[in-house]
């Protein structure tokens, strides 16, 4: 399943909404398809899983939906940590084929 | 709290080896599958292999036969033997774990990852 994120860069002010999208190649099965943040030379953190649950310890100003093919992870304000690349990742058929991540999307200042 | 710590990486040339190793504390190493996950300069992120907690393996086609991974639950440590080393290798390898038995799900935790470049 290859997955297309939109758009590639996102400039936005600290305190603005983001819409990131995810759109895959075929059906992504049960909604499996995960968001993560990160940051360079840092561990990535997984955000969401299941297309629309937050990890352990994850804001509220983060939310997944969408299913089938087009998922989205929105921030509802941001804060200054949350400038970073976010990335969505597929595990639908993971027992047949291997699990594949979308390019990523910058979300950068202003 | 749960810690990846890679080590390993380095200049390798091509067709030379390398070993990396994923040092993990702070959750039973045992019950749970773990995996390598890379990224490429100007790349994104790609998975490269995985292990279940039976010792069952898992690579992506760019890898097979030349990569291998393996885990040491006595010692809490997760390893990627890489071998017949290619250009296209290079990148930053991450060590990341699953949330169950089996290397099949998304990633609950991930190292900081260590640098692998093979060049001449």
């Known amino acids: 399943i290859v997955l297309t994120q939109s758009p590639g860069t996102l400039s936005l002010s600290p305190g603005e909404g983001a819409t990131l999208s995810c759109r895959a190649s075929?059906?992504?099965?049960?909604?499996?398809l995960a968001w993560y943040q990160h940051k360079p030379g840092r561990a990535p953190r997984l955000l969401i899983y299941?297309?629309?649950t937050r990890a352990t310890g994850v804001p509220d100003r983060f939310s997944g939906s969408g299913s089938g093919t087009d998922f989205t992870l929105s921030i509802s304000r941001l804060e200054p940590e949350d400038f970073a690349l976010y990335y969505c990742?597929?595990?639908?058929?993971?027992?047949?084929?291997?699990?594949?991540f979308g390019q990523g999307t910058k979300v950068e200042i202003k | 709290e749960v810690q990846l710590v890679e080590s390993g990486g380095g200049l390798e040339q091509p067709g030379g080896s390398l070993r990396l190793s994923c040092a993990a504390s702070g959750f039973t190493f045992s019950s749970y599958a773990m995996n390598w996950v890379r990224q490429a300069p100007g790349k994104g992120l790609e998975w490269v292999s995985g292990?279940?907690?039976?010792?069952?393996?898992f690579y992506a086609d760019s890898v097979e036969g030349r990569f291998a991974i393996s885990r040491d639950n006595s010692r809490n440590t997760l390893y990627l033997q890489m071998n017949s080393l290619r250009v296209e290798d290079t990148a930053i390898y991450f060590c990341?774990?699953?949330?169950?038995?089996?290397?099949?799900?998304?990633?609950?935790?991930w190292g900081q990852g260590t640098p692998v470049t093979v060049s001449s």
């Open positions: 075929q059906s992504v099965n049960y909604n499996y």
């Open positions: 299941g297309a629309s």
């Open positions: 990742q597929q595990y639908a058929n993971a027992h047949n084929s291997p699990r594949t």
């Open positions: 292990i279940s907690t039976g010792g069952t393996t």
């Open positions: 990341a774990k699953d949330p169950a038995v089996l290397p099949a799900a998304f990633f609950d935790s």
